[in-house]
């Protein structure tokens, strides 16, 4: 199922669940309405905004959906987020098969997601006229559990080529960066949504291992993804755009409804990491020896609009 990523940041809000709604009320003056969505239809909700206030009775209808509700701090990167004790009827044997895999098992997946996020790198460099063939060669030599950390050396090529020499990473930062955050805040929900509806457990990761992560294998699984986000920011701020708008909140929500190139033909993003978290699973089941991975390339629409330049 394709859901909707519903933000509020605005300040001064109230939600509240009602007659299978989710309902937005001002909290000044003569509280007025101001929204519904149909819980069914939601993905996620970001609450981006401070000053905001929610049922409890909301929160318990969006967990029985499989819908993350996200905390997001000041520099639009997600700090906390509430998701469902159980996402799949066959949860338990997944957390199961989950939990024996072994380490050479993971290693082997870390290899087929670096991998295709380089690939995937090497795409959006290309869209941007950047050159490839640093990007390219790295992706040749991933080994299994990536020893030499090709996805560091990758990433360090990668910016200066994507955004210019002088430009740096920094989550703390605005313009860019912060055009960055909430773009892979947008994407974390929409991966820990698949994740929990494949009857996965987010904090069993592949390679991440923070101690104080309870999301590691949805950051391991949404870094073939973050490229559509680069691209995109890529394409913002080509046009003028410098900081975090509504205009460009909501292209970057955007993006995960996009096509991208698979084995079974033009795929939504948000559905391509849906299929990922899935076949996660059946590995760990001994159901598939691969990943359902996206093919490289960039998104349909993403492609069709700098073609067009």
Known sequence: MIGRIVEVADDKRHLF???????VQDTEGERKELGQVPLDDIAAVIANAHGLSYTNNLLVALTERGAPFVLCAANHNAIGMLWPVAGNFQQAKRFDAQIAATLPTHKRLWAEVVRSKLQQQAAALEA???PVAPLAAL???VRSGDPDNLEAQGARRYWGLLFGNDFRRDQNASGINAMLNYGYTVLRAATARAVIAAGLHPTLGLHHANEGNPMRLVDDLMEPFRPIVDLHVWQLQRIGEASITPETKRSLVRTLYDDMQTNSGATPVM???????????????????????????????????????
Do not use: N
């Open 271 to 309: 559905v391509c990491m849906q299929r990922l978290a899935v076949s996660l699973a059946q590995v760990y089941l001994g159901e598939r020896d691969k990943l359902d991975l996206p093919l490289p390339g960039l998104p349909l629409s993403m492609a069709a609009s700098l073609a067009d330049d």
């Open 139 to 141: 992706t040749k030599k």
């Open 17 to 23: 669940a009602s007659r299978g709604f989710m309902v």
């Open 128 to 130: 941007a006229g950047a």
